[in-house]
Nanobody, 120 residues
Framework: QVQLVESGGGLVQTGDSLILSCVAS????????MGWFRQAPGKEREFVAV????????YYGDSVKGRFTISRDNAKSTVWLQMNSLKPEDTAVYYC?????????????WGLGTQVTVSS
């Protein structure tokens, strides 16, 4: 069993930056591909970013490419999402996710989420 706890959300203004953290406890963190997803009110959950088990490969959703950066430290069992140039459309609950699957096709664990609100 793995527990994922997100933190770092909050209320910011357009153009600001924010760093989200996700700390994992339980089984070996390096066994999991890690990712971030988000869900805005009335919308489906959306893929944001994914990072490979070693941290050597990353991939981003088109809406955040060039603005967000995902990183991880396996020794600290932590994954981060650096969010720059935030826009009102980035407002959502952000969820951390863990998957044994390299492509993250099946999510094994979800965090409870952290709210990010970007005011215009």
């Amino acid at each position: 069993q793995v527990q994922l706890v997100e933190s770092g959300g909050g209320l910011v203004q357009t153009g600001d930056s924010l760093i989200l953290s996700c700390v994992a406890s339980g089984r070996t963190f390096s066994s999991y591909t890690m990712g971030w997803f988000r869900q805005a009110p009335g919308k489906e959950r959306e893929f944001v970013a994914v990072i490979s088990k070693s941290g050597g490969d990353t991939y981003y959703g088109d809406s955040v490419k060039g603005r967000f950066t995902i990183s991880r430290d396996n020794a600290k069992s932590t994954v981060w999402l650096q969010m720059n140039s935030l826009k009102p459309e980035d407002t959502a609950v952000y969820y951390c996710a863990a998957s044994y699957d390299r492509s993250m096709g099946v999510i094994d664990y979800w965090g409870l989420g952290t709210q990010v609100t970007v005011s215009s």
